[in-house]
């Protein structure tokens, strides 16, 4: 017969993984970026709108390959979480690391050996739990080999057994383990780890936007359309992609973007999509928030909606606009309901409008 201490050992490694199971599982996620140099503060933020908030960017360190937060944002990134749950004390947190403006060759190196792998993971979980986020995010834009690939689900694989073993020895729940993945299971002829990632993350973050924009495309297109008969750049193939690659839907969370891009037409008269452009309308990559995008709707641009492709686009001028507004946010979050997905999030909650397009994701979602 057992003794009293090793049933009472084997009682509490049961409660131990019951709690490490509860602490991952989730029912739906309602998530939205925030980032500092947005300029909007994380006070203003509406978190009842959302059952998670991600915190960007936290960096790499090239030198030690230890997660770092810059000094510029140490004050904002460590009240991030107290600040968003006075107005939603259930909402959870997760610091994101890395980012599209990263330098990701540092990622590459990281990964690509078992002693700064260990430095990345034994910092980032130290630096969450200072913080006092709920969970870690990783935005590796993106892994550009078959190494690469073959390094980022080791990663994935040595992080989640790190985080369930800081979670038996503290006795907190674990934390969460995401990351921002490309809207298909492949990229650059290179297939995603799904058995890694199936088995480590509690889901991924699958950005399907920026497919067009006035630097790749010389004609008008939806830049984050759901549907498109005629190609694979669209959220909808991305979803079943994934499925298909063998990820359950339920770890998956489809991103929108709460901003667009500005087009600058040959000919006012020719405004549908597939009109000739001549480069962006606006500096820069022609991106404008939808707070930005709303402003010009209210100076007399002209709205239409694409039920085809899922997108909206407005037109004034010489000045042409794709991006997401409430039809295409409502009918993408009935797409991520009815297709059986964890749920959705935005990139970023600093340029909505009114909180427009975030209440009309968690309202056409539910409860």
Known sequence: MASKTSILCLLFSLLSLLQLH???AQTMVKGGYW?????????SINSTLFTHLFCAFADLDPSTNKVTISSQNANAFSTFTTTVQQKNPSVKTLLSIGG????MTQYSSMASQASSRKAFIDSSITVARSNGFYGLDLDWEYP???TDMTNFGTLLT?????VANESRNSGKAALNLTAAVYYASRIYGLSYSVSSISASLDWINAMAYDFYGPGWSQVTRLPAQLYDPGSQYNGDYGVVDWIQAGLSAKKIVLGFPFYGYAWRLVNANNHGLFAATSGAATAGDGSMGYNQIRQVIAN???????????????YVNTTWIGY???PTISTKVSYAKGKGLLGYFAWHVGVDYNWV???????????
């Open 22 to 24: 509860r602490s991952t």
């Open 324 to 326: 997401d507004d409430t």
């Open 158 to 162: 040595e992080w989640r057994a790190a």
């Open 35 to 43: 980032f500092p140099a947005s300029g909007f503060p994380a006070s």
């Open 100 to 103: 599209g403006s990263s330098n």
């Open 300 to 314: 007399g641009a002209t709205k239409a909606y694409n039920s085809t492709y899922v997108g909206d686009y407005c």
């Open 144 to 146: 550009t080999t078959t």
């Open 357 to 367: 397009l975030s209440q009309t994701a968690s309202q056409t979602w539910g409860s």
